[in-house]
Every structure is written in structure tokens, then in C-alpha cells.
Nanobody, 121 residues
Framework: QVQLVESGGGLVQPGGSLRLSCTAS????????MGWYRQAPGKQRELVAA???????NYADSVKGRFTIARDNAKNTVHLQMNSLKPGDTAVYYC???????????????WGQGTQVTVSS
């Protein structure tokens, strides 16, 4: 079984920064795209940022210029650097990865446990 473990969430003041990290482990052959989603109370989960195995990135318009996604393929890790945080960024952030397992039946999307990011004064 594959698992993704997240870290780095917390409480930060508006204008501050946080760095989220997510590491995948388990029966992994390769990882294709990795990304970060977030969900605020009463809202649908939305894509924040994604990165392919080749390094191509995609960002939600609301975070462009403020957030940066990066990955370390050797460590099966993806990071989300969040700068100039706003109260509207408050949400539970989930890491996701499209994983090819040594067991082909286990191929698919996997999710981290979620980490709370709260932006408030």
C-alpha cells in the first residue's frame, strides 16, 4: 500500500509564509504527476498546484505569483512554498500523487492525510 505523509501546516499571519511537504512511500514503481489540493469549509476541493514528473507546473489563478510547487524525484517528495498568504488561503491542504505501483492493480491517485493551513491575525 502507498501512503503520502504531509507536514508543514499551521497558523500564520496574513502576508506570512509556510512550506508544505509531502513524501510518498510504499510499493512505488514511479510517480507521475504530484499536486496540492485544498478544501475550505462549505466549498469543493480545488486544485492549487500540480507538477509533472518532467517538472511542468500548473497553478490556480488565485495563487499564481505567490505559491511555488517543486519536487524531489529521488526522495518522492513534493513541496509547496506559500508566500504572501491571505485569509482566503485558509483550508485543509491535501497532497496527491498519480502513482504506478509494482502491483499494477494498485495504480492510481493517492492522497495525503491533509494538513490545516490557517491565515489569520
Amino acid at each position: 500500500q502507498v501512503q503520502l505523509v504531509e507536514s508543514g501546516g499551521g497558523l500564520v499571519q496574513p502576508g506570512g509564509s509556510l512550506r508544505l511537504s509531502c513524501t510518498a512511500s510504499g510499493n512505488i514503481f514511479s510517480i507521475n504527476a504530484m499536486g496540492w489540493y485544498r478544501q475550505a469549509p462549505g466549498k469543493q476541493r480545488e486544485l492549487v498546484a500540480a507538477i509533472t514528473s518532467g517538472g511542468s507546473t500548473n497553478y490556480a489563478d488565485s495563487v499564481k505569483g505567490r505559491f511555488t510547487i517543486a519536487r524531489d524525484n529521488a526522495k518522492n517528495t513534493v513541496h509547496l512554498q506559500m508566500n504572501s498568504l491571505k485569509p482566503g488561503d485558509t483550508a485543509v491542504y491535501y497532497c496527491s500523487a498519480d502513482i504506478a505501483s509494482y502491483d499494477s492493480e494498485a495504480n492510481g491517485d493517492y492522497w495525503g492525510q491533509g494538513t490545516q493551513v490557517t491565515v489569520s491575525s
